[in-house]
């Protein structure tokens, strides 16, 4: 028994030194050192329609967490330009260079708060795990500088998050961020809390005949994207609101109110940003040269 001892930990050192070298040598080995590394402006150039939403559902935190975004453009505002605007390009370039920034924070906002701990990145070809993550990882995922370092995890106490691109909406990210229990009964993810902030938001209360209509307390209200820093803030943009309010919104312009709320970081922003990116680029498959 002493002898196997030794042994093992000699083995086990081996094992260690020989995953390490590996993982040191696999940016190269995945392309066999023939095609080049996807840069940052390749990923992020198709830009996920939930980065788009994140900007309509939290306007004034997506502009000061991207504000390379200034200038991108909403469906609703690109359809009421010329087909030859000008305003177009600038548009998508404006949504390619803010997803750029968020992907990058948003892969960092991961590692930092070791995501990679507990969910892994590699749907392997065994044991069915297709059927339980979806797509089977392959090299065409990991030959872009959001892969370095590789992601691939460590255990899955959580799933695997290889394909999650897409899968759920905003919302439920950022509701699983700060308590993913109330997502994921059962899980024993930790609570992100720092993850909102405590701002100020406009509400619109009911109208007070379809709240006695549906037996409703007339105290119910929706929210209006966006929260405030403080209350000032919230207060300045209801004044104008109340003196130039949109057209549909004349009818509830007298209902509005301020009301203390909870908001995302820019942070939360930036890492749901990323983990609707997954699964959703993959390398263009290179040419052979003769």
């Not at 979806?134 to 995922?141: E, K, Q």
Request: hydrophobic content about 40%.
């Amino acid at each position: 028994m002493d002898r196997v001892k030794p042994i093992l930990f000699v083995a086990g050192i081996g094992c260690f030194v020989f995953s390490i070298t590996l993982s040191g040598f696999y940016p190269w080995l995945i392309s066999g050192g023939r095609d080049p590394e996807h840069t940052l402006a390749q990923v992020s150039a198709d830009v996920t329609p939930e980065f788009r939403e994140l900007k309509a559902q939290h306007p004034l935190k997506f502009l000061e967490a991207f504000p390379e975004a200034a200038g991108a453009l909403s469906g609703q505002e690109l359809a009421k330009l010329e087909a030859a605007d000008a305003r177009r390009v600038a548009s998508e370039k404006a949504w390619a260079a803010a997803h750029a920034t968020a992907l990058r924070r948003g892969r960092d906002i991961y590692i930092a708060e070791a995501c990679w701990h507990c969910h892994s990145q590699f749907v392997r070809p065994v044991a069915n795990e297709e059927q339980r993550f979806g797509r089977i990882r392959t090299m065409r995922d990991d030959n872009n500088t959001l892969q370095r370092p590789m992601l691939w995890g460590t255990r899955r106490v959580g799933p695997d998050l290889t394909n999650e691109g897409g899968l759920r909406s905003n919302d439920w990210h950022l509701a699983h961020l700060i308590d993913a229990s109330s997502t994921s009964p059962g899980s024993i993810m930790p609570r992100y809390t720092w993850m909102q902030e405590k701002g100020w938001q406009i509400r619109a209360t009911i109208d007070p005949n379809i709240a006695a209509r549906e037996s409703l307390p007339e105290t119910t209200s929706h929210a209006l994207p966006g929260v405030y820093p403080t209350k000032e803030s919230a207060e300045a943009a209801l004044k104008q609101l109340q003196d130039d309010p949109p057209a549909n919104m004349e009818e509830e312009v007298e209902r509005l109110i301020i009301a203390e709320a909870f908001g995302p970081t820019s942070d939360a922003l930036a890492l749901i940003a990323y983990l609707q990116w997954l699964g959703r680029w993959q390398a263009p498959v290179a040419e052979k040269t003769r």
